[in-house]
């Protein structure tokens, strides 16, 4: 099984690919990226590019402060 970090850059390049007007610049450090870029991938290669709201929790870094 590969790395998580590496499957999870993989899909994002795989959707960039698909969809250049719609990129997704980083993945952050929540479970959201895994759920949508991997879990769900049947719906993004086959023609249902993420939404707006997706694609920024795909980004969506935890606040420094969050746990301490």
Known sequence: MADASA????????YNER????PIERIGDTVDPYYHLVLMSGA???????S???????????PASMFS
């Open 52 to 62: 707006d709201v997706e694609i920024r929790s795909v980004e969506a870094v935890t």
């Open 7 to 14: 499957e999870l850059e993989d899909a994002r390049r795989r």
């Open 19 to 22: 969809y250049p007007d719609r």
């Open 44 to 50: 993004w290669e086959n023609g249902m590019p993420l």
